[in-house]
């Protein structure tokens, strides 16, 4: 299982972008290695912590709990970064 971590807040015009890439990207795999991918979404305005870490950089993605990307999300990228997660 490929951990997908979106991490923004409410009402970030980015994050909503990275969010539909994210959506996109994930309906478009293979359908077995879509899935095996949980995407979780987590607002920096409920975690103090996430807030201290993040805020300057929102959107952030992280997989498998490693950054992927911040501010900006490439679609092709993220795609390449799934497939090669979910190869044995």
């Known amino acids: 299982m490929t951990t997908l971590t979106l991490i923004g ?3 970030c015009h980015l994050c909503d972008v ?8 994930v309906a478009d795999l293979p359908d077995d290695v879509a899935d095996a991918v ?3 979404r987590v607002s920096i305005l ?7 870490r993040w805020w ?5 993605v992280l997989i498998d709990g490693a950054l ?4 900006r999300v490439s679609a092709d990228r993220l ?3 799934l497939l090669d997660a979910g190869r044995p």
């Open 18 to 25: 990275a969010e539909e890439i994210v959506e996109t990207v």
């Open 46 to 52: 409920e975690d103090p912590a996430l807030y201290d």
């Open 38 to 40: 949980a995407v979780e």
């Open 68 to 71: 992927h990307a911040h501010w």
């Open 79 to 81: 795609r390449d970064a």
């Open 56 to 60: 300057e950089k929102i959107p952030v």
């Open 9 to 11: 807040k409410p009402e």
